[in-house]
């Protein structure tokens, strides 16, 4: 029997939602006999306002959680409305990324770190691929792998690995993907997972958390060659801040309410995590950057995450069919393929973004918490839910 945990609190959504009339072309690479059907954003039926609940359940210490919402309002096959919620030309527009997510990937692999086995995760991101006009990424082509600990499932996991390979997809269609499934929750499995990837892949996202405290795996994410992000959480601000987000070695990223693509319109998310580390100093890259913490501070950068503005899921195994997701999990595999864009993995992470902040887009509105600016209200340069901004482009990666 599928155990799927869940919360069944409804994450109240407040945004406006705004009409996108022009349509950008097709991708460069799409195949040359897809028919591109216009994306619900550019018909004016995205973003739209109802609920959503927590993917994964409750975790005790030295376990995980994923860090997805699933939107319960919106499900079903493809209409002309449907799927809901934002496609990957969205998403490159957004980002700026159209032209460099055509053109660039190729011979780079991003990893995801996720727990538990879904066995049609392959499949449903072929239907993902497919409806959006990506070229195809299967085991047979070499383009998609996957490693996995366990033969376990669990649903909210499932639809947590769904989302994160088809994030990938959205943004760096060129890539390769690897999927390392962990055998559990657990941080000791999830770590394993992480060595494995960090040996395969020199981008690496985890969308998920648990709190800090246990330094027993600190060096696991922490790997010459290999930018590793991971999410922030999705309780607002945290009295303990999440880890492995919260380390020094890894990209820390947050979450926004995507509310318009054309013309760009962005707030802090309420439910992006931030918080100050209670165990890890304030690295330099932080230095000289106002955070209200004195130790390390998160998150560094953020992407769409909101479930009111989430993104198309094809997920067939813990759901049934198309859905819609947000939640932190969504930004963490965004940003590590912006970095596979930018094929450069030989800085120092995160502290090139802090010294090519203006190569982001600062988000200067909204907030996650009371405790005031900035490490709950976004603006000018550095905030909690938003770190740094958005990816405008690559120049900041």
């Known amino acids: 029997m599928r155990l799927f945990a869940i919360t069944t609190a409804v994450f109240a959504l407040t945004a406006c939602a705004q009409s996108m009339n022009a349509l950008p072309p097709a991708a460069a690479n799409a195949p040359q006999n897809a ?4 994306t619900a954003a550019e018909l004016g039926l995205w973003p739209r306002q109802g609920p959503a609940v927590r993917v994964c359940g409750e975790v005790g210490y030295g376990y995980a959680r994923c860090l997805s919402w699933l939107r319960t309002d919106i499900a079903g096959t493809i209409r002309p409305d449907t799927p809901g919620g934002y496609a990957p ?6 980002y700026a990324l159209t032209m460099d997510s055509a053109t660039k990937g190729d011979g780079e692999t991003v990893a995801i770190v996720d727990a538990y086995d879904n ?3 392959a499949k449903d991101l072929n239907v993902y691929r497919k409806q959006y006009g990506l070229p195809p990424c299967t085991v047979s082509n070499g383009c998609f792998t996957k490693q996995k600990f366990t033969v376990h499932t669990n649903i909210g996991w499932a639809g947590e690995e769904a989302l994160d390979v088809e994030m990938v997809s959205a943004i760096c269609p060129n890539c390769k993907i690897l999927l390392v499934e962990a055998a559990s929750a657990r941080i000791a499995d999830l770590s394993a997972a992480e060595r494995y990837a960090t040996a395969h892949a020199r981008y690496v996202s985890n969308s998920w958390g648990g709190a800090e405290g246990n330094r027993s795996y600190d060096a696991d994410y922490n790997v010459s060659g290999a930018i590793v992000t991971a999410s922030t959480g999705d309780y607002g601000h945290n009295a303990t801040a999440q880890w492995p987000a919260i380390l020094p070695s890894v990209v820390a990223v947050g979450g926004t309410v995507l509310n318009s693509i054309s013309p760009h319109a962005e707030v ?30 998160q998150a560094d950068v953020s992407a769409d995450a909101d479930p009111y503005t989430g993104v198309a899921v094809y997920d067939t195994f813990a759901q049934s069919g198309w859905v819609v997701f947000g939640g932190t999990s969504v930004a963490s595999p965004i940003v590590a393929s912006v970095f596979a864009l930018s094929g450069n993995a030989n800085g120092n992470y995160p502290a090139e973004l802090y010294a090519n902040a203006s190569g982001l887009r600062d988000i200067r509105r909204g907030s996650n918490g009371t405790c005031g600016a900035p490490l709950c209200v976004a603006g000018s340069d550095w905030d909690g839910p938003t770190g740094l901004g958005t990816p405008n482009g690559i120049t900041a990666f």
């Open 35 to 38: 028919v591109r059907r216009p």
């Open 89 to 94: 030309s969205d998403l490159q527009r957004a």
């Open 119 to 121: 066995p049609n995760v």
């Open 268 to 297: 802090a998310w309420r439910g992006a995590g931030s918080g100050c580390s209670k165990i890890y100093a304030k690295p330099k890259f932080q230095t000289g950057f106002a955070t209200g913490c004195s130790m390390r501070a």
